[in-house]
C-alpha cells in the first residue's frame, strides 16, 4: 500500500514500514534509541519491532503501565526522570509502540523533553491505528477528564503494521472499529455501507479499511489542523461519549469501557439529538442505533448517572464562552458543527438509547 503524507509526518504500512524506519534512522544518526511500551507492548509486539529494526545504536527500552487509567502527568514525569537518567539528549529518538495512551503520552514526552526530540508512533491497536496515528495530537488526561493536558505536534513517522493486530483480543477490534463506523457516518455513504454487515469482516480485510480511514482523517486534519472548523466534525460521538468514558473510567461500581465502546454510545445519542434539532433521518437513527447496538451490547443507565455524566460535559475541549457544542449529522456524510443541546434533548437521547 502507497504511504500517506499527512502534515509534517509520514505513515507507512506493513513491511514498507521497517524499510523505512531503517532508512529515517541511518540518515539522521540518532545518539540513542528510546523505545516506550506498556507490558503488553513489550511481550507481544517488541520482540517482532526489534527483529525488523536494523541499527547498532543505542536501545533502551521505557516501560509504563498500560491503560488510560495511567495516562497521566505522573506517568510522564517517569518517564522524563527514565530518559534524564539514561543520558537522553536533544539528538534521542523516542520510538512509542503500543495503543493509543502509549503513542498520546509519548508523543508529549518528547514533545517537551529538552523541548522537543525526535519520536516515531508504532500503533499496535486498530484504534491508534485509524484515529491517534494521525493529526498528531499528544497529551495526557487530567484526572479522569480525558486529554486535557497536550500540544499538537507531528510525529516524524508513523509505521502501521496490521500484523500487530493478531495479539489483540476481540473487543480491541471492536473498539477500534468504532472510529472506523464514524468516519464513514461524517464522510459518507461509500465508506459507511462497508460496514453494514460486520459478522463477515475479517483481519484479512482490515488492510484497505485502515489505508481507507487513515486516509480519511489526513484529508480533514490537513484542510484544518488545529480545530479550528472542519477537524471539529472528528469529534461526532465524542462530545458524549467521552463524557461517558470519563464517568465510567472515575467510578468503581462501573466496569470500564474502552474508548470505542463509549463513543458508540456518543453517536448513538447524538444521532438521536441530530433528529430533533437538525431533521436527520429517524430511520437512519433507527438504523444506527441497531448497528452498534447488535455490535457493542447495551449499557445500563440509572437516573444518578445521567446527570453526572451531564455534568462532566463542561470539559468537553470544543466548548468555549461556556458553550457546550456538540457535532451533529444533517445526512450521512454531512455534519454541522457547534451545535447547541439542551441537557431535557440529551436526557431523552439516553431514552432513545434504552428503549
Known amino acids: 500500500m502507497d504511504s500517506i503524507k499527512a502534515n509534517d509526518s509520514l505513515i507507512h504500512f506493513n513491511d514498507k514500514s521497517y524499510n523505512s524506519l531503517n532508512q529515517y534512522v541511518k540518515e539522521n544518526n540518532f545518539s540513542k534509541i528510546f523505545i516506550l511500551v506498556d507490558e503488553n507492548t513489550h511481550e507481544y509486539c517488541l520482540p517482532k519491532f526489534l527483529e525488523k529494526l536494523d541499527t547498532d545504536k543505542i536501545i533502551e527500552i521505557i516501560e ?8 497521566t502527568i505522573d506517568t510522564c514525569v517517569g518517564v522524563w526522570n527514565a530518559l534524564s537518567e539514561l543520558d537522553a539528549d ?39 491505528m485509524v484515529d491517534a496515528s494521525v493529526g498528531g495530537k499528544t497529551g495526557v488526561d487530567l484526572g479522569h477528564i480525558k486529554n486535557q493536558v497536550g500540544v499538537i505536534k507531528d510525529p516524524n513517522l508513523v509505521l502501521i503494521d496490521s500484523q500487530y493486530l493478531n495479539t489483540l483480543p476481540k473487543e480491541q477490534i471492536r473498539s ?5 463506523l464514524k468516519h464513514g457516518l461524517i464522510t459518507g455513504e461509500s465508506y459507511w455501507n462497508k460496514f453494514q454487515d460486520l459478522s463477515q469482516l475479517h483481519l484479512n480485510d482490515l488492510d484497505e479499511l485502515i489505508h481507507e480511514s487513515v486516509i480519511i482523517k489526513r484529508d480533514v486534519i490537513i484542510q484544518d489542523p488545529y480545530e479550528d472548523g472542519l477537524r471539529k466534525t ?4 465524542h462530545t458524549l461519549g467521552h463524557a461517558i468514558e470519563s464517568y465510567f473510567l472515575s467510578n468503581e461500581d462501573k466496569t470500564t469501557l474502552l474508548h470505542g465502546e463509549a463513543i458508540a454510545i456518543g453517536m448513538i445519542l447524538e444521532s438521536y439529538i441530530s433528529t430533533e ?16 447496538i447488535n455490535y457493542y451490547g447495551k449499557v445500563e443507565f440509572k437516573d444518578e448517572d445521567l446527570s453526572k455524566i451531564v455534568e462532566l460535559l463542561k ?10 457544542n456538540f457535532v451533529l449529522l444533517e445526512s450521512i456524510g454531512k455534519c454541522k458543527i457547534d451545535c447547541l443541546v439542551n441537557n431535557d434533548l440529551i436526557l431523552n437521547a439516553f431514552e432513545f438509547y434504552s428503549n
Not at 472528528?234 to 460521538?237: A, E, I, P
Request: aromatic content about 8%; overall charge positive; charged content about 20%.
Open 64 to 71: 509504563i503501565e498500560s491503560g488510560e487509567v495511567n495516562k
Open 234 to 237: 472528528l469529534n461526532f460521538g
Open 315 to 324: 470539559y468537553d475541549k470544543k466548548n468555549n464562552h461556556g458553550n457546550i
Open 277 to 292: 434539532l437538525l431533521q436527520f433521518s429517524k430511520e437512519r437513527a433507527e438504523s444506527i442505533k441497531t448497528l452498534f
Open 90 to 128: 536533544r539528538k534521542s529518538l523516542m520510538i512509542n509502540i503500543g495503543g493509543g495512551v502509549i503513542t498520546d503520552l509519548g508523543g508529549f514526552v518528547a514533545c517537551t523533553f529538552k523541548r522537543g526530540i525526535a519520536f516515531v508512533n508504532v500503533p499496535t491497536t486498530l484504534l491508534s
Open 176 to 180: 477500534g472499529l468504532a472510529e472506523m
